[in-house]
């Protein structure tokens, strides 16, 4: 691809991932003024992207209902994130649950349905394997229709 190629799909890329990617392949060196400025205007688009998406990252932790990376068994996986620290023993133990309209019962069969056979068949084990590093344990019991306090 051409460099005035590559500049032309720099300015009319939306910014993320293909972005990135055009504007690693651009050597500055090789372009002339007004051709500096619009890789410029692309790199500080890019980078409004980037810090927008970590800005979010980090207001999803700081404001999760967990208030804590360690509080619930889930998250507990920090190899991910260099950065993340589990703050102690689980303090809580707290059920996870599906909001469905009382109103869709057949979707509500279906789901719970779903659900059993992946505790049963060995789905459930293999996702907790893949995704978490500790020992799998067993599938929670499933409760239906929990009261609200």
């Known amino acids: 691809m ?3 190629d590559r500049l032309a799909e720099v300015d009319q890329l939306p910014p993320g991932p293909d972005l990135g990617d055009a504007l690693s392949e651009v050597d500055p060196r090789a372009l002339n003024g007004t051709q500096l400025v619009d890789l410029i205007v692309a790199r500080q688009r890019q980078l409004c992207f980037e810090q927008a998406l970590l800005l979010v990252a980090v207001r999803e932790l700081a404001y999760s209902p967990a208030d804590a990376v360690g509080a619930t068994t889930t998250v507990r996986d920090t190899s991910q994130d260099p950065y993340a620290r589990v703050a102690g023993d689980q303090f809580t133990k707290e059920p996870y649950g599906l909001g469905i309209p009382a109103k ?4 509500v069969r279906f789901v719970n349905a779903v659900l059993e ?6 789905r459930w084990a293999a ?3 893949k995704w978490l ?3 799998v344990p067993k599938p929670p019991a499933a ?3 929990r009261a609200l306090p």
């Open 143 to 145: 409760v239906y229709g």
């Open 117 to 122: 056979d992946m505790r049963t068949d060995g």
């Open 2 to 4: 051409s460099l005035e």
């Open 127 to 129: 996702i907790y394997r």
């Open 104 to 107: 869709n019962v057949d979707f």
């Open 133 to 135: 590093p500790a020992p």
